[in-house]
């Protein structure tokens, strides 16, 4: 078991930065595939991004590539969402999710560890 708390949420302006943190605890993130979703208010929650087990491989959704990037520091076993040039369509709850399985997956159903959330606004 693993348990993930985020942290790093907050209000920020159009085009400004942000960077999310998911602590991990129980177990270390080298021995699952790991991802950040999103959902906004009256939309179901959305992939935004994952790293591979062996840290190697990354996958963003294309309404954030080229300014989301996902990494791991495997010695706070944290991994992060560095947000740049961000936008109002941004605006969500943030959710780190966790899988055991080998594998880069897009779809909530199969990821078996969540967060609680990070709430994430952007003002126009």
């Known amino acids: 078991q693993v348990q993930l708390v985020e942290s790093g949420g907050g209000l920020v302006q159009a085009g400004g930065s942000l960077r999310l943190s998911c602590a991990a605890s129980?177990?270390?993130?080298?021995?699952?595939?790991t991802a950040w979703f999103r959902q906004a208010p009256g939309k179901e929650r959305e992939f935004v991004a994952a790293?591979?087990?062996?840290?190697?491989?990354?996958y963003y959704a294309d309404s954030v590539k080229g300014r989301f990037t996902i990494s791991i520091d495997n010695t706070r076993n944290t991994v992060y969402l560095q947000m740049n040039s961000l936008k109002p369509e941004d605006t969500a709850v943030y959710y780190c999710a966790a899988r055991a399985a080998i594998g880069i997956m897009t779809q909530t159903a199969l990821y078996n560890y969540w967060g609680q959330g990070t709430q994430v606004t952007v003002s126009s």
């Open positions: 129980g177990r270390t993130f080298s021995a699952y595939t």
């Open positions: 790293l591979s087990r062996n840290g190697f491989s990354t």
